[in-house]
């Protein structure tokens, strides 16, 4: 088992595009959460996802981010007309039940830079 | 408000010391609380858990809700116990499944 896979590792993208960060949960795992994390800061939660359901969104800004996580393929966190307050480290985690209950694993991280 | 204090953001021992990294929490209810654990170029990992009860790599962790903490010990740190450090709860029975962070704390073990 791989882990949880997040690509890409580092991202760089200009004022007013578009950024897309993937995450492969673990084998098995139908939970998805994803955390930001600002430089000197803790993980700050964004969107917790089950299979094709959102669940939780109560730390996604209101404005140009949207998450999914589809029956087949990855969850994709997706990031409309990036500002440079946007650059951060995106992490994703995933658990076969809820985090509560049993233990999230998280991935690598995406670093996504705004110029 | 759910929330997770760190109040050391760097903390530095000698190997054979104990250790201490601190975390208080605010929450109405009864979170379960977790420490999460950052060795260099690693990912975030689940160190210990309040519900388990376990001592993990000589690391323990004891639920205090009269001063709702949640400290981190060990007696006897090691050099490969350097790391970044993060309390974080979540909602417990019947609450959010979401983990709350606390902004985390850099453990260096000094030989």
């Known amino acids: 088992n791989a882990g949880v896979m997040q690509n890409p590792r580092h991202l760089v993208r200009r004022r007013g595009q578009e950024a897309r960060l993937r995450c492969s949960p673990m084998k098995g795992h139908s939970h998805v959460y994803w955390y930001r994390q600002l430089p000197e800061e803790g993980l700050k939660f964004m969107v917790y996802?089950?299979?094709?359901?959102?669940?939780?969104e109560s730390g996604m800004p209101k404005e140009r981010f949207s998450a999914e996580f589809p029956k087949e393929g990855p969850s994709i966190l997706r990031i409309q007309q990036v500002v440079r307050g946007d650059s951060a480290a995106y992490f994703c985690?995933?658990?076969?039940?809820?985090?509560?209950?049993?233990?999230?694993?998280f991935g690598q991280g995406t670093r996504l830079t705004v110029v | 408000a759910q929330r997770v204090t760190q109040p050391e953001k760097l903390l530095s021992v000698f190997k054979g010391a104990p250790v201490e990294l601190k975390c208080n929490y605010s929450?109405?209810?009864?979170?379960?609380l977790f420490w999460y654990v950052q060795y260099s170029r690693q990912r975030l990992q689940l160190l210990l858990r309040?519900?388990s009860r376990e001592s993990i790599k000589g690391f323990t962790a004891d639920l205090n809700k009269g001063e709702t903490s949640f400290h981190l010990k060990k007696p006897f740190a090691q050099e490969e116990d350097s790391a970044m450090y993060y309390c974080a709860l979540s909602g417990g029975q019947g609450g959010s499944e979401k983990l709350v962070f606390g902004k985390g704390t850099k453990l260096t073990v000094n030989p």
């Open positions: 985690a995933s658990s076969s039940q809820g985090a509560k209950t049993t233990e999230a694993f």
């Open positions: 309040h519900i």
């Open positions: 929450y109405s209810g009864s979170p379960e």
């Open positions: 996802l089950q299979k094709e359901n959102i669940i939780d």
